[in-house]
């Protein structure tokens, strides 16, 4: 006769089905806080992928190492950088803080100099009119390209082209005409991260050397070859800019790949960190598992002494009881899993980010917890299947 069966273990969880719901929930909430936050994580870091892929993967940009070093980046190096092996285009880069006025409404923003290559270097996708063109350049034109929030701010919607709007530059406001709507490259993290990044605006970067007064450049925008774009490339490319310059370590390379790199190794080690400590709610939980069997154990005396004077093994009576540990951890965990994935489907729908599920994660919890289960129940389904029937039946 085999106790140990499935139906058996159900009836045998019933019986105690308050104190079987309070291991369930304690498993479940162990499992739901490892894989929600191994879940953040996942999300995370497909986050950083998309965002990090959107704003152009493959750009550098060369700039000098200290504010106050005399190297110069000028027309003639874009030109000798754009040739170096591993590079495929390179374009002169100017940056300035800046703050928009639109409808007497000030907005705070980032205001970059960019030539025609701006599309394929940094990735600015246009959803109205038109980008910055080499006619723009070349008659250093009071246009300008702005992100689709300044627009949404302002005017309450993302079509603005032939506006006038007012940027700060050097010190003093300049009217531009809006001839497009960009996409910013970085509208993920603008929507988990607002007040913190600045809205972009783009205008050509002869007209804010103009402004400026500078004929250098801040920096240049490098587009890298997508097969080689590594941290190798990175370093021989320093080496061959500051060789170009006769500037001994003046230049630095900022190269996104890298910066990607960090980040999402920053975003693993905080997430592994939060797991390991969300861990020690799966072995609180092993610890309620085991206190409620051996209760269970201690009340079914009398079961297991029949069971034992029937004819069932020692070895059946530990099967019943471990199978029974197991089934509850399971039962906990799939709980914990199923509330986690729901919790984070939502979290990534109310904040407009695709939904990542941590399949890792998620078996490794769900693994881990069974594990746990079995081994926190093997000693209470050892005292019962130690028990001498006599004994058993006189309890």
């Not at 900022?254 to 861990?279: E, H, P, R, Y």
Request: with cysteine.
């Amino acid at each position: 006769m085999n106790y140990g069966n499935l139906s058996g273990i159900f009836k045998s969880i019933k019986r105690g089905k308050g104190r079987s719901l309070l291991t369930l929930c304690s498993v479940m909430v162990g499992v739901f806080a490892v894989v929600v936050i191994s879940g953040i994580g996942s999300v995370g870091s497909a986050q950083i992928n998309s965002t990090m892929v959107t704003m152009g993967i493959n750009s550098a940009m060369v700039q000098t190492a200290d504010k106050d070093s005399t190297v110069s980046l000028t027309r003639e190096d874009v030109t000798a950088f754009g040739r170096l092996q591993g590079v495929d285009k390179a374009m002169p880069l100017m940056s300035a803080m800046s703050q928009s006025v639109i409808l007497e409404e000030y907005v705070n923003c980032y205001a970059w100099g960019v030539d025609e290559d701006a599309k394929d270097i940094i990735s600015i996708e246009p959803i109205h009119g038109r980008l910055i063109d080499d006619h723009d350049v070349e008659n250093r034109s009071f246009v300008c390209v702005i992100d689709e929030e300044i627009a949404k701010k302002t005017y309450g919607r993302s079509n603005i082209v032939g506006k006038k709007i007012k940027l700060l530059l050097n010190g003093s406001y300049y009217e531009f005409e809006t001839v497009g709507i960009a996409k910013s490259g970085i509208t993920g993290l603008q929507s988990m991260m607002a007040g913190i990044i600045p809205d972009f605006a783009y205008i050509p970067y002869t007209t804010m050397q103009d402004i400026t007064g500078k004929s250098s450049f801040d920096k240049i925008a490098l587009l890298l070859d997508s097969k080689s774009a590594d941290e190798d490339l990175t370093e021989t490319l320093t080496e061959q800019v500051n060789s170009i310059k006769d500037s001994g370590s003046s230049l630095v390379i900022n190269n996104f790949q890298s910066q990607k790199g960090q980040l999402t190794d920053i975003l693993s080690v905080i997430t592994t960190v939060l797991s390991l400590i969300a861990g020690i709610s799966l072995i609180v939980s092993g610890i309620t598992v085991m206190t409620t069997m051996l209760v269970s154990v201690g009340e079914r005396k009398r079961e297991i002494g029949i069971k034992k004077s029937i004819g069932a093994r020692s070895s059946d009576i530990m099967w019943e009881f471990l199978s029974e540990s197991v089934l509850l951890t399971a039962l906990g965990s799939a709980a914990g899993v199923v509330l986690a994935l729901l919790c984070c489907f939502v979290g990534c729908g109310v904040l407009s980010v695709p939904f990542v599920v941590p399949v890792k994660a998620v078996c490794m919890a769900f693994g881990i917890s069974v594990v746990m289960g079995a081994v926190f129940g093997a000693y209470p389904a050892g005292k019962a299947a130690g028990m001498k029937p006599i004994e058993a039946l006189r309890s």
